[in-house]
C-alpha cells in the first residue's frame, strides 16, 4: 500500500545522502570553476561599457524603474547604506553555504536536487558573464549612482575594477546574488512544511533591494537570472519517491485463488 510522496519527509531519508567526502570536494570545485571563470571573463573593459549602456537605455525603453529610486531610499541613512553593503559582502556565500549543508543532513534527496539546480544556474550565469561583459550601474555615468561600497564601506572590491584581482567587476549579468537567493528560498519552502515558509522569500527580495541599492546590479540583472533559474528548475524537477505507509495490523497474506491448493480446500468443502 502506497501513498503519494510528501513535499518534505518527517525523518531524513539517509539512503539519498551522498558521500560526505565526495560533496565536499564537488562543492569545492564548484567554488573554484566560479571564481576561475569570473576571473576569464575579466578584462572586457571597453565591451563591457558598451553593453552597459544599451543595458540602461533598454530598461528605461521598457518602463523599468530607475536604480536609483532605491538608492535614494539607503541614502538617506549612514547606518542603513553600511547594512546593505554588509548584507551583499557578507550574506551571499554563507547564507547559501548554510542552506546546502542543512538541506544534506535534514532533507538529502532535496540537497541533491538544489545543488543541481545551484551548479546549473551557476554555469548559464559563467557562460553569460563571457559572453555578455557588464558594467555595473554604480561605474555607468549616465545612471548618476553612488558607488556606495567605495564611499561607505564595507566593499569587496578594489579601487580599479581593470586590474581588480580578486573578483570580475564586469559580471554583472546575471545577478547571483540574487539567483543564488531565489534557490536558497524554494529549496526551504519545498523542503519545509511550516506554515512561515513563504517568509523564506524575504531572502531574494532583500538581496534584490540591495544589490540594486548599492548600484552593483540592474534589475535587468534580476529578470534574467530568475529566468534562467526557471529553465533550471523545469529541466530538473525534484524525484518523487513513494512512501510505505505503515499499518497498525500486520497485513494478511494475500491468497492466489488460482493456486492448486486452493481449488483443492475449495472441493474439500
Not at 521598457?62 to 553593503?85: C, D, I, K, R, Y
Not at 534589475?219 to 499499518?247: C, E, F, K, N, S
Amino acid at each position: 500500500m502506497h501513498t503519494r510522496s510528501e513535499p518534505a519527509e518527517r525523518e531524513p531519508d539517509t539512503s539519498a545522502r551522498p558521500p560526505l567526502v565526495r560533496e565536499l570536494l564537488l562543492v569545492a570545485g564548484l567554488f573554484l570553476v566560479y571564481k576561475l571563470g569570473r576571473q576569464a571573463a575579466n578584462g572586457h573593459v571597453e565591451e563591457a561599457f558598451h553593453n552597459a549602456g544599451h543595458v540602461w537605455s533598454f530598461e528605461r525603453a521598457v518602463g523599468l524603474p530607475g536604480e536609483g529610486a532605491v538608492q535614494g531610499v539607503l541614502l538617506h541613512s549612514h547606518t542603513l547604506v553600511q547594512a546593505a553593503n554588509t548584507y551583499y559582502a557578507t550574506v551571499h556565500f554563507p547564507a547559501t553555504l548554510a542552506f546546502l549543508v542543512w538541506l544534506y543532513w535534514r532533507r538529502p534527496r532535496h540537497y541533491v536536487w538544489s545543488r543541481r539546480v545551484l551548479a546549473a544556474l551557476t554555469g548559464a550565469a559563467l557562460a553569460l558573464h563571457l559572453l555578455f561583459p557588464l558594467a555595473p550601474p554604480r561605474m555607468l555615468r549616465a545612471a548618476g549612482l553612488v558607488d556606495t561600497g567605495q564611499v561607505y564601506g564595507p566593499t569587496v572590491y578594489g579601487d580599479t575594477p581593470a586590474t581588480d584581482s580578486m573578483a570580475n567587476q564586469f559580471a554583472a549579468m546575471p545577478s547571483l546574488h540574487v539567483g543564488w537567493a531565489m534557490a536558497v528560498a524554494v529549496g526551504l519552502i519545498v523542503a519545509t512544511r511550516s506554515r512561515w515558509r513563504l517568509l523564506w522569500l524575504l531572502h531574494p527580495l532583500l538581496t534584490l533591494l540591495v544589490v540594486v541599492g548599492t548600484a552593483n546590479h540592474y534589475w535587468l540583472d534580476a529578470i534574467v537570472v530568475g529566468a534562467l533559474l526557471a529553465v533550471a528548475y523545469a529541466a530538473l524537477r525534484l524525484p518523487r519517491t513513494p512512501v510505505r505507509a505503515h499499518l497498525p495490523w500486520p497485513a494478511a497474506p494475500a491468497r492466489n485463488y488460482a493456486s492448486p491448493a486452493y481449488a483443492r480446500s475449495g472441493a474439500q468443502r
